[in-house]
Each structure stands twice: as structure tokens, then as C-alpha cells.
């Protein structure tokens, strides 16, 4: 993607990344990490805020920093980087609540040409996994290679 990101830095599996968000509230950790889950090939995308206190990931803060669209290039950018060293897995994507979903669509549909030129995107509604439709809302979303 040929959009402004921050500097991403990957684990040796290239299954948890890190970058750092800079704005309006500071300089704010984030961590993505891709986890299996019970389907075959599937890896679960994790996404937010670093918490110092507990090590984990923190999927509910609001950070509004001012940068989401920077921070969703990042983000994209790490499941590119996921599928090539995993280039038979899927990713699954939902967010934590509604709007967080809604957020995660808002970047598939401004960055949907872009990603399907080499990755296929599914959306998940009315209990159907389908090709993704920009014009479609959806529940969760599921990206691979082609």
C-alpha cells in the first residue's frame, strides 16, 4: 500500500508486530498479533493498545490520537507481511465492538483495490461467508492470498 504508515517491527515468526502511534495523546504502543484458531489455517487478527501493566493487548482503549488512518495502513500492512510468510493461512478480523468493526470495513473499503489486486476478501453477514462488496455491511471479515 502506498499510504503513510509508521515503522512496524515484527517477531521472528512474524506472528505479533508492534508500532508506535504518534499524536494528538502522545507516543501509544500498539501490538497486532495473528493467533490460530480452530479452523485449519485460520489465524486470528488481534489489534490495540499495549498495556505496560499486564503485558497484554488492550482491544477496548480509545486512543484517539488523531492518526487512525495511518494506524490502519500499519495494521493492513502487517497481514500483508503475515501472508507472506504464511501464504496458505486466512486471517479473520473482527473487531471488539460494532464501531471497531465498522472501522476495520472503512479501511478494506478506502484500501479495496489496492488489497484485492493480490488478496481475496470475504465478509461475514446474515450467517454466510461471502465476497467482499464495499457496499455490503458486515460482521467479520476474512482475508488470504489469491
Do not use: C
Not at 498479533?33 to 499486564?54: H, R, V
Not at 503475515?82 to 479473520?92: E, V
Not at 476495520?104 to 479495496?112: A, E, L, P
Amino acid at each position: 500500500m502506498q499510504l503513510e504508515k509508521y515503522a512496524v517491527t515484527a517477531s521472528s515468526l512474524h506472528t505479533g508486530y508492534r508500532f508506535v502511534s504518534v499524536g494528538e495523546r502522545g507516543n501509544l504502543v500498539k501490538v497486532v498479533e495473528y493467533s490460530p484458531t480452530d479452523n485449519p489455517d485460520e489465524y486470528n487478527l488481534a489489534f490495540g493498545d499495549y498495556d505496560p501493566l499486564t503485558g497484554a493487548i488492550s482491544d477496548t482503549i480509545r486512543s484517539n490520537n488523531g492518526d487512525r488512518d495511518k494506524v490502519l495502513a500499519s495494521v493492513g500492512e502487517t497481514a500483508i507481511d503475515f501472508l507472506r510468510y504464511y501464504p496458505d493461512a486466512t486471517i479473520f478480523a473482527k473487531g471488539s465492538t460494532e464501531s471497531r468493526t465498522r472501522t476495520y470495513q472503512m479501511g478494506i473499503n478506502r484500501f479495496y483495490d489496492e488489497i484485492t489486486q493480490e488478496h481475496s476478501v470475504f465478509g461475514f453477514r446474515n450467517g454466510i461467508w461471502e465476497v467482499f462488496e464495499p457496499s455490503q455491511s458486515y460482521e467479520a471479515f476474512r482475508m488470504r492470498r489469491k
